[in-house]
């Protein structure tokens, strides 16, 4: 019998495609590791779409410092697996799961500075010398005369 109180409703986007990968070329029946639902979430949140740790929170209906403990649980998990080699499995596990049918909005890929980064590299590639004849540019007089 489990002591503690029950433990909060995770809301998740969608419920992984996916339950199971498993590495190649290693030879025999290799080890497993299970990676819960509300980790695979926390780690889809933070690492894939790049939500900081207060919203994916927001997210999930859950608090910030749970949020926190979950991503860095689900980054271990997948960092053994990773490195020794062991399949991992997406299980509910012993929390409990709500989908949340109201799709967050998306975090946008750019901030502020990096669309103005952007927008003047554009402007940079798109100035050509070319445009000028090799005389104009020999001769600042006709250049300036240009209407």
């Known amino acids: ?25 290693k030879p025999g ?25 207060s919203e994916g929170a927001e997210i999930m209906g859950i608090s910030r410092p749970s949020f926190g403990r979950i991503l860095r649980e689900g980054r271990k998990i997948l960092a053994d697996a990773l490195v020794h080699g062991k399949i991992i499995r997406i299980r509910i596990g012993d929390v409990q799961v709500g989908v949340n049918s109201r799709r967050p909005l998306q975090k946008p890929e750019l901030d502020h500075a990096s669309q103005s980064e952007k927008i003047l590299r554009q402007n940079i ?16 007089k006709k250049t300036q005369n240009k209407p």
Do not use: C
Request: proline share 8%; hydrophobic share 30%.
């Open 29 to 53: 029946r290799p080890d497993e590791v299970e990676l819960r639902v509300d980790q695979f979430e926390a780690i889809r949140l933070a690492d894939l779409q790049n939500y900081d740790q």
């Open 1 to 25: 019998m489990k002591k503690g109180r029950k433990k909060k409703i995770r809301f998740v986007q969608s419920m992984p495609e996916i339950a199971q990968f498993s590495p190649r070329g």
């Open 125 to 140: 590639l798109q100035f050509s010398p070319k445009n000028q004849s090799q005389t104009d540019l020999a001769d600042p």
